[in-house]
C-alpha cells in the first residue's frame, strides 16, 4: 500500500510535537558562549549558543529578557534555560530561553580582547598608517581557501564590476592551527611581486573559533608591515577579527571586499559618456562664442576700414561744404536784402528824385537850397533845378501862407 507524502509543514509540525513532549527538551540549560548577538528592534534577542564542538541557535523574547539584570555581548558566557523546540517556517530548532545566569566570558573572546588591546596600544591601528586602496587596480591578488564560497563571491563580483582586472589567487587554509602560517605566507609572497596592486584575505563567516586564523597575532603584525595595500574581507557584518583592524580597509563580507577593491566599469562607462559628452557641448559652446567674436572682429575691421573712413569724410566734406554754401548764400541774399533797403531810404532822401515827378528845387546865389521863404528877398536872383536843367530867375514878390499845390 502506497504512503500518502506528507507536505514540508507537516514534517516541521511534527517534529516540533516530538521535540515539545520530550521531557528534557522541554525544560533543561545549556552552557555555552554567544556568539553573533542580535537585539533586534522589536526587543527580541537572538543568538548562537557554541562550545568547542558545537552551537545552537538561541532567541529570548522581549517579555522573558526585560528582567535581565545585565547585558548580552558576543564572547559572554552563560547557562541558559528553557525548551528546545522547531521554528515551522524555517525548519530550524532553536533554544528559546526562559531565564539567564552569567557564567563569565569565553576563553577564546578573552585572548580576541587582550591581543586587541595590546596591537591598539602598539598603534597598529592607528588611521594614519592606513594605505590608500587603489582606484583601478589591474591585479588583485586573493589569499584564501581556493574551496570555499568566498574566493567564487571576489571573482564574480571582481569579474562582473571590472572585467580587465586580473586575480591572482594565493590558495590557503583558512580554519586550524595551519592557517595562521599559511595566510602568512601567502600574504609575504604576493607582497613581494611588483604587479600586485592590491590584497584581499579573508573567508566567509563562522564562530570565534572558526574564525582563529584571523585572530592571529603574527598574521595581523603580518598585514600591518605589507607594503602593499590589503583588504580584510572576514565573516559575515557582525564578525570582526584583529585582522579587520590592522588591515588597511575592512570590508564586511567577502563578497563586499571585491565592491570595494574596484570600480564598477558600468558606472564608469557612463561617466566617461557623460563627462565626453560634456566636453562635446563644451567644445561646441566654445567655438560658437569664437565665431561670433571673429564675426564682431570682421565687422569692426569693416567699421574701422580706412577706405570706409575716408569715403565716410568725403561724404561729411561735401555736406559740409553744401552747409557752407548755403549759409554763404544765405548770408548773401541778407545782406542784399539790407543794401536794398538801404537803397530805397537813400532814394527817399534822395532830392534829385523829387525832379522826376515835376517839382523843382531852388538854390540862392550860394548855391544853398533854399527851404523857406525867410531864406529869399525881394529881387534876390535864384536857380531853379528842374531835371533836365536850370532856370536863373529874380524873386519879384513873397506871399507868406499855407501852400497849396495844385495837380
Same mark, same amino acid.
Given at each position: ?13 511534527? @517534529? +516540533? !510535537?516530538? &521535540?515539545?513532549?520530550?521531557? #528534557? $527538551?522541554?525544560?533543561? *540549560? ?127 563580483? @571582481? +569579474? !562582473?564590476? &571590472?572585467?580587465?582586472?586580473? #586575480? $591572482?589567487?594565493?590558495? *590557503? ?128 575691421? +569693416? ?105
Amino acid at each position: 500500500m502506497d504512503i500518502r507524502p506528507l507536505k514540508v509543514s507537516e514534517v516541521n509540525s511534527y @517534529i +516540533k !510535537r516530538v &521535540f515539545l513532549g520530550d521531557m #528534557i $527538551l522541554s525544560n533543561l *540549560s545549556v552552557e555555552g558562549e554567544i556568539s553573533n548577538f542580535k537585539h533586534h528592534y522589536s526587543g527580541h534577542m537572538y543568538f548562537n549558543l557554541k562550545d568547542e564542538k558545537g552551537k545552537i541557535k538561541a532567541v529570548m523574547f522581549k517579555s522573558d529578557n526585560e528582567n535581565l539584570k545585565f547585558n548580552l555581548e558576543d564572547g559572554m558566557k552563560i547557562i541558559a534555560t528553557g525548551y528546545v523546540s522547531l521554528y515551522e517556517k524555517e525548519g530550524d530548532y532553536q533554544l528559546y530561553i526562559r531565564h539567564i545566569k552569567e557564567s563569565g566570558l569565553g576563553n577564546l573572546y578573552k585572548a580576541f580582547e587582550e591581543l586587541k588591546k595590546k596591537l591598539e596600544s602598539e598603534g597598529m591601528f592607528s588611521e594614519s598608517d592606513k594605505k590608500p586602496i587603489p582606484f583601478m587596480p589591474k591585479k588583485i591578488g586573493v589569499v584564501t581557501s581556493s574551496t570555499g564560497a568566498a574566493i567564487r563571491d571576489i571573482i564574480t563580483v @571582481i +569579474k !562582473r564590476r &571590472f572585467p580587465p582586472c586580473n #586575480i $591572482l589567487i594565493y590558495p *590557503s587554509l583558512v580554519q586550524g592551527s595551519q592557517a595562521p602560517m599559511e595566510i602568512c605566507k601567502g600574504l609575504n609572497y604576493l607582497d613581494s611581486r611588483e604587479d600586485i596592486d592590491l590584497i584581499i584575505t579573508g573567508r566567509g563567516g563562522g564562530s570565534i573559533e572558526e574564525l582563529f586564523a584571523f585572530n592571529d597575532e603574527e598574521v595581523a603584525r603580518t598585514i600591518y608591515k605589507l607594503r602593499t595595500p590589503v583588504i580584510s574581507a572576514v565573516g559575515h557584518e557582525t564578525d570582526f577579527t584583529i585582522a579587520d583592524f590592522v588591515a588597511d580597509l575592512r570590508a564586511p563580507t567577502p563578497s563586499a571586499a571585491a565592491e570595494l577593491s574596484v570600480p564598477d566599469i558600468c558606472h564608469l562607462n557612463s561617466e566617461l559618456e557623460s563627462k565626453y559628452n560634456r566636453l562635446t557641448k563644451l567644445m561646441l559652446n566654445l567655438i560658437e562664442d569664437y565665431r561670433i567674436k571673429v564675426k564682431h572682429l570682421n565687422a569692426n575691421l +569693416k567699421f574701422y576700414n580706412p577706405m570706409n573712413q575716408l569715403r565716410d569724410k568725403r561724404q561729411e566734406i561735401d555736406s559740409l561744404f553744401r552747409d557752407l554754401n548755403y549759409i554763404v548764400e544765405k548770408k548773401l541774399m541778407g545782406k542784399k536784402s539790407e543794401l536794398l533797403d538801404l537803397k530805397n531810404s537813400l532814394d527817399l532822401l534822395n532830392p534829385l528824385l523829387a525832379l522826376d515827378r515835376g517839382y523843382g528845387i531852388l538854390i540862392d546865389s550860394q548855391g544853398k537850397i533854399i527851404k523857406s521863404i525867410d531864406d529869399t528877398t525881394i529881387d534876390e536872383e535864384i536857380n531853379i533845378l528842374l531835371k533836365d536843367g536850370k532856370i536863373r530867375s529874380i524873386i519879384k514878390s513873397i506871399d507868406k501862407g499855407e501852400l497849396v499845390v495844385e495837380k
